[in-house]
């Protein structure tokens, strides 16, 4: 016996690699489910399929008929109760909302204490604040000029007549009575600004190398500017030599916001209010340079030197005129 068992050891390590692989490939066939046990070892104990069929079960159970994991009753209890939260939500927000409109009026700011003096702004204003243009090509200037009549449309004096009245020079204007009735607004004619006016040069002096600039303050409600003293507006060279800029005519009069278009009410009330301009008009500035102008607002309360605001009581714009 020892003799055979002594051989067929010897026949067993004798073998072929090709017998070795005929023996593995015996065992894969007959036990598949060993295969199959490994390859979800490999994944996580789980094939694709378990997964798609556990999704596919969340998502509804037919035996327990839910979906994603609730009972219709569940989903109608949770869905009623982010119905009223959210209700309440949008109702608490709501009356918050309405307690806060109580309080202010449509027609005033309720907090003006921390208002700011006017800034004031320029016409034309085309391309930033540098108006440049060449006296013998129209093409350059004629722009401004557009924009100089469009602007000026509601001051037509025919326009101004039928909207507004006739008030008193050198005094506010103080309308009383209840907030929300229609204040009256007082005339402001194109024809008050003489040579810039457009009436009888529809060019404003820029065919002659001549233009006019009209600057204006913003609206502040209930503001009265100068406080009993007409604000002037005055010009000079920002930087450089004061020679380029030689001559500037104002209109109205003298260069003035007259006190009888103030203060303003607001644009609910004051419906055909139309600010009051200056007309600077430069007759006399030096040709083919960049000039660097600066207009300021003169009077009481007014500030014009805060560096960081170039629009605060005044305003600067450069200049180049062509020949």
């Known amino acids: 016996m020892d003799g055979n068992a002594s051989a067929g050891g010897m026949e067993g390590q004798h073998r072929s690699p090709h017998q070795k692989a005929e023996n593995k490939h015996e065992e894969k066939v007959q036990d598949p489910d060993r295969r199959e046990d490994e390859t979800k070892a490999e994944m996580g104990s789980k094939t694709w399929a378990d997964l798609a069929g556990e999704m596919k079960m969340f998502l509804w159970n037919p035996e327990e008929r839910t979906c994603l994991g609730r009972t219709a009753k569940s989903w109608g209890l949770i869905l009623l109760f982010y119905f009223i939260f959210y209700t309440c939500l949008a109702g608490m927000f709501a009356f918050c909302m309405y307690v806060m409109l109580l309080t202010l009026s449509p027609y005033t700011p309720t907090y003006r204490d921390r208002v700011s003096p006017p800034g004031v702004m320029i016409r034309p204003y085309l391309n930033g604040f540098t108006i440049a243009f060449n006296v013998s090509q129209p093409s350059t200037w004629q722009p401004y000029v557009d924009s100089m009549h469009h602007f000026l449309a509601a001051y037509d004096d025919k326009v101004q007549e039928e909207k507004n009245i006739e008030c008193v020079s050198g005094q506010y204007f103080i309308q009383g009575g209840n907030e929300s009735e229609e204040k009256k607004a007082c005339q402001f004619k194109r024809s008050l600004l003489q040579n810039c006016s457009g009436i009888e040069d529809p060019t404003f002096g820029y065919s002659k190398g001549q233009p006019c600039i009209l600057l204006k303050m913003n609206r502040i409600i209930g503001y009265r500017p100068g406080a009993g003293v007409p604000v002037s507006v005055d010009c000079k060279v920002q930087k450089g030599n004061e020679s380029d800029?030689?001559?500037?005519?104002?209109?109205?009069?003298?260069?003035?916001?007259?006190?009888?278009?103030?203060?303003?009410?607001?644009?609910?009330t004051h419906v055909n209010y139309t600010s009051p301009l200056v007309a600077m008009h430069f007759t006399d500035v030096k040709k083919n340079y960049l000039i660097p102008i600066q207009c300021s607002l003169n009077g009481k309360g007014i500030i014009n030197n805060v560096n960081s605001d170039r629009f605060l009581g005044r305003i600067i714009f450069t200049l180049s005129i062509g020949k």
């Open 245 to 268: 800029l030689r001559s500037v005519d104002f209109y109205p009069g003298n260069g003035t916001f007259d006190l009888m278009y103030y203060p303003y009410y607001g644009k609910i």
